[in-house]
């Protein structure tokens, strides 16, 4: 796999805040990539400075290998993108609106017909964009994007204020195109469910700085679940598992343990049995995102 998206030290500084210090994030080929922060992070900064819309203040960018300030035109040409909200002309249909972008880029019809077809737009085609709902203002922005049948997608927030219909049939037309035309999608999201849903790779921004970059698998079992263990003599129990090193923690009649493996709960059912402390239940606490971040950052944070 080679890397399409790659920045070096990336730094985007205004006046003597700096939105983003020193980002290095890779995007490999073919993966749908999610660049994961709270409001404010400096995900569409980078982003942006990733399009060339931004001027970094530090670091560089290189995409599909070569480094962008050099080779700009090349990569636009190949490139997708979608930041912010989607831009059109309000009194012209969706297909009017799909034409001028098709002019500026110089494809041929078919791009048009196929760019509308996979974001399921082709009935409201002949329809005045000012009457669409947002969605569909939504998924329009998205055709727009892939009219040049990109190699790489760049979508920030793409969901941002859809209902969950929209949300659902966004994040799947997202995911097909990887495998149906072997896109790279680099998407951004505050929103931690969207991302475990959707990207094979994560990179997590705060404060204008990485967190983590790595598969999203990596992410959740860097963080292993907490096992809850409710048993007829929890306070024998509690006894027992300190004396084995655990820290169990009383949590009303069960008592919880961070972070074990597979063979430590299974060693730790059989030494409750072993001593005549018979367990009841025993619970995984599977982490999502939040919680990780909380790790991450040590910090409470609503993303
Ligand atoms: N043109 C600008 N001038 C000054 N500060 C800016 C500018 N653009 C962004 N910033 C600041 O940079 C920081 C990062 O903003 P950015 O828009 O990249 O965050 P974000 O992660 O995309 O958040 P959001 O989801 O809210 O858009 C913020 O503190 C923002 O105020």
Known sequence: MSS???????????????SVQ??????????????LGPNGAGKSTTLKMILGLAHPTGGTVTVFGKEFAANRRHILRQTGSLIESPSYYGHLTGLENMRVVQRLRNVPDRNVSEALAIVRL????????????????????????LLASPRLLVLDEPTNGLDPAGIGEIR???????????????LSSHLLSEIEQIATSVGIINQGKMLFQGRLDQLQNRSRPAISIKTLKNEEAEKLLAGKGYAPAVQGDTLRLESLTDVQVAQINRDLTLAGIGVLRIEEHKRNLESIFLDLTGKEHSL
Request: charged letters at 20%; proline letters at 1%; one cysteine or more.
């Open 122 to 145: 082709e009935k409201q085609k002949d329809k005045k964009t000012s009457q669409y709902s947002l969605g569909m203002k939504q998924r329009l922005g998205i055709a727009m994007a």
């Open 4 to 18: 399409i998206v790659a920045t070096y030290n990336l730094c985007k500084r205004y006046g003597n805040t700096h």
């Open 22 to 35: 020193d980002v290095n994030l890779s995007v490999q080929e073919g993966e749908i990539y999610g660049f």
């Open 172 to 186: 799947e037309l997202i995911q097909s195109l990887p495998q149906r035309y072997g896109m790279t999608v680099l």
